[in-house]
Nanobody, 117 residues
């Protein structure tokens, strides 16, 4: 069973930056497209960024130009660099695989990101 552990969140002022990391246990991490999701209070979880095993990336419009997803296969880690943060980016952030023929792995505890002055 793959375990996902997110880290790097916190409280930041509008316009600030944070870098999230997500470590996945297990050796099969590298074959999957990985995604960063977020869930704000009272809202559904949404996919904000994804990266394929070959490094192709995709972003939701609201974070394009501000967020960058990357991965380190050797360390089973996926990153989310978040710049120019806005209050509407406040949410709990999660990572997980994206596979059309398989369900997500068990969700980790997520990491809180709060953007506030």
């Amino acid at each position: 069973q793959v375990q996902l552990v997110e880290a790097g969140g916190g409280l930041v002022q509008p316009g600030g930056s944070l870098r999230l990391s997500c470590v996945a246990s297990g050796s099969i991490f590298s074959i999957y497209r990985m995604g960063w999701y977020r869930q704000a209070p009272g809202k559904q979880r949404e996919l904000v960024a994804s990266i394929t095993s070959s490094g192709d990336t995709n972003y939701v419009d609201s974070v394009k130009g501000r967020f960058t997803i990357s991965r380190d296969g050797a360390k089973n880690t996926v990153f989310l660099q978040m710049n120019s943060l806005k209050p509407e980016d406040t949410a709990v952030y999660y990572c997980n695989r994206i596979a059309t023929m398989a369900p997500p792995w068990s969700w980790g505890q997520g990491i809180q990101v709060t953007v506030s002055s």
